[in-house]
């Protein structure tokens, strides 16, 4: 779902940037097509908003989600977890690791809260709100709940991904939500893109340009 015209952010909105690490950026493990695009339009919205969130993917070594945790397996095949069906990724985002660490080209000092997913070594976490079994939360929502906001824009990598899992969580726990397509990157691997746009309009989540938002 598109919109149209100018959003000027307000004290009830938060910008939720999502996994803007090294791993998914230029020469990282896993990193993205055009990754590093984000940037600066994330650190243009930032600046225009009071509350910013940031997540950060925090996996131990031997993930589950890593393709070189199952034997005869590789990076982008799938398999089957306890909760269900898995893509299997690059080793990315170990805990401690430079790959892990949040991009430092990003500016935004005034970001409120780091959340950290994907720790749980049997279980991947795309969304900053629930793990991938759908059941563990993080705490995000009662975090942002609790702050009283009330729209969440998100932005970051990858798009089809941890981007639209984070949008779709936020739109399920009755936040009015936003995604920001010129501010997120996606990977884009067995028609990943398409279904997360499909998922997204299905959700109700409105899809913007980062030119829509107005600076304060």
Not at 28 to 44: E, K, Q, S, T, Y
Not at 169 to 176: I, L, M
Request: hydrophobic share 40%; net charge negative.
């Amino acid at each position: 779902m598109s919109v149209q015209g100018k959003i000027a952010p307000s004290d009830t909105d938060v910008l939720i940037v999502v996994d803007v690490q090294h791993d998914f950026l230029p020469g990282g493990a896993l990193a993205v097509p055009d990754g590093d695009a984000v940037i600066a339009p994330i650190n243009r919205l930032a600046k225009a908003f009071q509350h910013v969130v940031l997540t950060q993917d925090w996996h131990p070594q031997g993930h589950a989600s890593f393709a070189s945790a199952h034997v005869d397996k590789q990076p982008f095949d799938t398999t089957e977890l306890h909760y269900g069906s898995q893509v299997l990724w690059p080793d990315h985002c170990v805990q401690g690791t430079k790959g892990a660490e949040i991009s430092r080209d990003l500016n935004i000092p005034h970001a409120q809260l780091v959340i950290r997913k994907g720790y749980n070594s049997g279980i991947d976490s795309y969304s900053g709100f629930k793990e991938a079994d759908r059941k563990t939360s993080t705490g995000l929502e009662g975090y942002l709940k609790e702050r009283g906001f009330r729209r969440v824009f998100c932005a970051g990598l990858a798009t089809d991904f941890c981007v639209a899992w984070t949008a779709l969580d936020a739109a399920a726990a009755g936040f009015e939500t936003y995604l920001i397509e010129d501010a997120s990157r996606a990977i884009d691997t067995n028609g990943s893109l398409a279904k997360a746009k499909n998922d997204l309009s299905a959700a109700g989540v409105r899809m913007i340009g980062s030119a829509q938002i107005l600076e304060g």
